[in-house]
């Protein structure tokens, strides 16, 4: 009874997943990072994957309308993400063939072309066998745009954090305000605008609430409460024999 198949696969399956997906500066990575740190999870931001080729393609002049080219760059190079090696506000590396780019992928000319690259099915398909990797590794927080939907649509627990389009450029705004950045606010919701667009209206693995995720709304919410929000959540969540997937 032990090793039966149906314990196996419960074992091996994703109920220690926690996928946070949301539109453009909805909070997620900041939530995310720290509901990893009290959960003991990985935090897994899938955002990095598509800057990461997004600055691939930027820095070989490969145009964002490319399908194919692009989808070359997405499974030829070596893209990974570990937990932070410098104390500079990071809250993971992004190593791109081997060299940081951590803050790289975060210029605002990555950002501009980031959102067209990802609409790619070739590029989406390029970049999830790794994602679904990391997420049968076991306890990870993923954050992203289609977790819950298309990456792990039986992760254990699924939110979806939104935000007034004005909150999150202005989020944005500061963030980038505070790395020494020059793009004004208006530039910043217009970006925010457009990525949202592209985000929900694309053809492939669309940003969607998932039917049975959780909506956590952030519009002037401190971020410590929406954290315990959804370490409440995950520590209530059990298996049907009763065991909690997160003790605490
Ligand atoms: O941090 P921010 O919310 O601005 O964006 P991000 O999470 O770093 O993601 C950058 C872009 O990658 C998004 O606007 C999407 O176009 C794309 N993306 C995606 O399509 N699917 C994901 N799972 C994650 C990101």
Same mark, same amino acid.
């Given at each position: 009874m032990r090793n039966s198949p149906e314990i196996a696969s419960a074992a091996t399956g994703h109920q220690r997943v926690i996928a946070i997906d949301g539109p453009a500066a909805a909070g997620k990575s900041t939530v995310a990072h720290l509901l990893a740190d009290r959960l003991g999870a990985l935090l897994f931001d899938t955002g990095a994957l598509y800057r990461a080729v997004a600055l691939a393609a930027l820095r070989s002049g490969?145009? &964002? +309308?490319d399908e194919k080219t692009l989808s070359r760059i997405a499974a030829d190079v070596q893209i990974s993400i570990q937990p &932070?090696?410098? @104390? +500079? !506000? @990071?809250?993971y590396d992004v190593h791109l063939n081997g060299e940081d780019v951590t803050w790289s992928v975060r210029e605002p000319e990555v950002g501009a072309i980031v959102s067209r690259i990802a609409e790619h099915a070739a590029v989406r398909a390029a970049l999830l066998p790794l994602q679904r990797k990391i997420a049968s590794d076991g306890q990870v927080v993923m954050v992203g745009r +289609?977790?819950? %939907?298309?990456?792990? &649509?039986?992760?254990g627990l699924k939110v979806y954090l939104d935000a007034s389009t004005e909150e999150r450029a202005r989020r944005r705004f500061r963030e980038g305000s505070g790395r020494g950045? %020059?793009? !004004?606010f208006e530039a910043v919701l217009d970006e925010t605008r457009q990525r949202d667009a592209i985000d929900s209206g694309r053809q492939t693995a669309p940003l969607r609430l998932a039917a049975d995720a959780v909506r956590i709304e952030t +519009? !002037?919410?401190p971020i410590d409460r929406i954290v315990a929000e959804i370490e409440e959540l995950a520590r209530n969540r059990r298996d049907v024999a009763g065991t909690l997937f997160w003790p605490s």
């Open positions: 490969v145009s &964002p +309308d &932070p090696s410098l @104390r +500079d !506000g @990071r809250h +289609d977790i819950g %939907t298309v990456v792990v &649509p039986d992760a950045s %020059t793009q !004004g +519009d !002037g919410v």
